[in-house]
């Protein structure tokens, strides 16, 4: 079955798949930042994304926003600093080139 699966980095502990998408890897997500400015074990946040990565069985896809809405707020964002661990030749850099649009023109894409 065709089937989209959505799990935090923590539920993917021992899975694999063969497409592994990392959405909003972000300074702040990535390692998490407590808004209580509790202290974060980064070095268990650098283990967590690691788990996260090898769960990609042939393709994995890491993303991140410039900018982002928080509480309703624009936020300038950071990538994540575990990205700079990646060696660069196996990195593909790809830059979206989404803009928003009028939505009378938008039509709703066919997943699978």
């Known amino acids: 079955t065709d089937v ?4 935090t980095v923590h539920a993917a502990k021992g899975l694999e798949f ?7 890897c972000e300074d702040g997500y990535i390692p998490f930042m407590r808004f209580d400015n509790n202290t974060v ?3 268990e946040e650098r283990r967590l994304f690691y788990v996260a990565m090898t769960r990609a069985k042939e393709i994995l896809y890491i993303t991140f926003s410039k900018n982002r809405k928080i509480h309703g707020t624009g936020k300038r964002r950071v990538p994540s600093p575990f990205l700079l661990d990646i060696e660069k030749k196996l990195k593909q850099n790809n830059v979206s080139k989404y803009r928003k649009s009028d939505k009378k023109n938008q039509k709703q894409l066919q997943l699978f």
């Not at 063969?18 to 909003?24: C, T």
């Open 41 to 43: 074990d980064v070095d």
């Open 4 to 7: 989209v699966r959505v799990m």
């Open 18 to 24: 063969p497409v592994v998408f990392i959405a909003g």
